[in-house]
């Protein structure tokens, strides 16, 4: 089993940037894809993005191409996402996740909770106006 500890999160104006960081331990991190997803008060937890377990494909939900970026790092177990030009509405808990497929061959916008097996505790990202 997969143990995730998300980092990073914090406080920050709109239009800054946060940078989070998922270390993996226990696994073999470089077969899996990793996600990254979101909870905000009183809804569900939502995709932002994937990356694929080579690290040569990624899929953002559309509400935040552009501004953010997922990327990985096989060597040192960990998977990052730059948040740039944050907005309010991006305030949520943040939470890291591997796939439950090893090799998963496409990722895609349309991944969901289920697609996922391994989760880390979260961290908090606030965006004030």
């Known amino acids: 089993q997969v143990q995730l500890v998300e980092s990073g999160g914090g406080l920050v104006q709109a239009g800054g940037s946060l940078r989070l960081s998922c270390a993996a331990s226990?696994?073999?991190?470089?077969?899996?894809?990793m996600g990254w997803f979101r909870q905000a008060p009183g809804k569900e937890r939502e995709f932002v993005a994937a990356?694929?377990?080579?690290?040569?494909?990624?899929s953002y939900t559309f509400s935040v191409k552009g501004r953010f970026t997922i990327s990985r790092d096989n060597a040192k177990n960990t998977v990052y996402l730059q948040m740039n030009s944050l907005k309010p509405e991006d305030t949520a808990v943040y939470y890291c996740?591997?796939?439950?497929?090893?090799?998963?061959?496409?990722?895609?916008?349309?991944?969901?909770?289920?697609?996922?097996?391994?989760w880390g505790q979260g961290t908090q990202v606030t965006v004030s106006s």
């Open positions: 996740a591997v796939d439950r497929l090893r090799y998963r061959a496409v990722i895609t916008t349309t991944m969901v909770t289920s697609d996922f097996d391994s």
């Open positions: 990356i694929k377990w080579s690290g040569g494909s990624t």
């Open positions: 226990g696994g073999t991190f470089s077969n899996y894809a």
